[in-house]
């Protein structure tokens, strides 16, 4: 017996359901695309770089600045820079090492190695060494020093080519106003030039010594801690001071900078080259500015008052008079000092830096007041014992 489905499908129904579904797909899709056209943000379009701006011809350079660069060119080699050790002593191990303790600069005086520096560079030091332009670094040794001119001599063994001395200028001829230029390694940054001017002449400064220099040469060029030791040139590369001391309050350049005159560095240096130390003469007086000052004021007479004579020292010998102090209090002075040769004597400062014109051995004709009266003395210095 043949069953018959009591409810067939319809082929109609089907074809109805399967339209409805891809209708509703197509819908979909439709809203999908007007949804995202809307929202998604519209990428510009991809535009090439600008072309480079065009490059301005620099033309010839100004002479001032090719004769600045030339004399750079020429000096530099010259110039050197110097790094101080200390030997420190470790608490616990006993170890003995060399630490650093101090850095500045310096310049090759002649084709024998020899470095000149400031004394305050060196100072207190154990060892040094010296790194040239090129990056060599030698071990220096000390040659000789002289506090009282702020000036030290090292010593390195290189190759002779590696030399090259500054060519020397004068001092006694500058003008302020005149070009000058400095070399040197301000807070470890060697190879650095300043430029500026001479701003004053004959400048007086303490070295560390607390002996005055005089003829000291103010400049506007920058100098800066390292700096010290370093040459400053003229215009014509020649070699015019030593850079040595700057005046701020903050330890910084301020605008005023010192330097140790030529013509002094040109007396000192061949005597520490050949001697290892300067012999200072000595005439054997002790004196003291306010003290004196006081006495020599209500006396109405200018010069340097003897306030103290030493045992067998020239000043003994002349019979130069100290001053005395009696029992009832009463100041009796002594012999007034006011001239040196031809140079007027008005306080201590002059009275050492006459002396320190002058060698041990030595002859000086002594101007002095005593009780009223000028009296002329001829006197043989002898040497400082130090």
């Keep these: 017996m043949t069953v018959l489905p009591t409810n067939p499908p319809s082929p109609l129904k089907g074809l109805l359901f399967l339209l409805v579904l891809l209708g509703g797909i197509g819908l979909g899709y439709w809203a999908f695309e007007r949804l995202s056209t809307r929202t998604a ?12 701006r065009v490059i301005e011809a620099r033309g010839d350079l100004a002479a001032d600045e090719k004769t600045t660069i030339e004399l750079f060119r020429q000096a530099g080699p010259s110039v050197v820079y110097i790094t101080t050790l200390q030997r420190r002593v470790d608490f616990w ?24 520096t400031n004394y305050h560079v060196v100072q207190g030091a154990s060892s040094a060494e010296v790194t040239l332009a090129d990056g060599s670094t030698y071990d220096a040794d000390l040659v000789g020093v002289s506090p009282n001119d702020d000036l030290a001599v090292l010593r390195i063994n290189s190759p002779t080519e590696k030399l090259r001395p500054i060519p020397l200028g004068t001092s006694a001829d500058l003008q302020v106003g005149q070009k000058v230029f400095a070399i040197g390694n301000p807070f470890g940054l060697d190879q650095t030039l300043t430029t ?26 920058a ?30 350049y301020a605008g005023i900078g010192f330097a140790v005159p030529v013509d002094r560095v040109n007396q000192i240096i061949p005597r520490l080259v050949r001697d290892g130390r300067i012999a200072r003469p000595r005439l054997g007086v002790t004196t003291d500015d306010r003290l004196g000052k006081q006495i020599t004021q209500r006396m109405g007479v200018d010069g340097v008052l003897v306030l103290g004579v030493q045992d067998n020292s ?73």
């Design 41 to 52: 943000p519209v990428q510009p379009a991809v535009q090439p770089p600008p072309p480079p």
């Design 93 to 116: 191990t006993r170890n003995v090492q060399e630490i650093p303790r101090g850095t500045g600069s310096g310049f090759f005086w002649d084709d024998l190695g020899h470095v000149v």
């Design 196 to 221: 500026g001017i001479v701003s004053a002449l004959g400048r007086t400064i303490r070295a560390t010594s607390g002996f005055p220099i005089d003829n000291v040469i103010q400049t506007d060029a």
């Design 223 to 252: 100098i800066n801690p390292g700096n010290s030791g370093g040459p400053l040139l003229d215009s014509a590369g020649r070699l015019i001071g030593i850079n040595t001391a700057i005046y701020s309050p903050s330890g910084a």
């Design 314 to 386: 020239p000043a003994t010998a002349a019979g130069l008079q100290p001053t005395r102090r009696q029992r009832d209090g009463r100041i009796i002075p002594g012999d007034v000092i006011q001239r040196i040769d031809d140079t007027p004597i008005n306080s201590s400062d002059d009275l050492l830096m006459a002396l320190a014109k002058h060698e041990p051995g030595q002859s000086i004709n002594l101007t002095i007041l005593r009780q009223g009266k000028q009296v002329s003395l001829d006197i043989q210095l002898d040497q400082a014992r130090d």
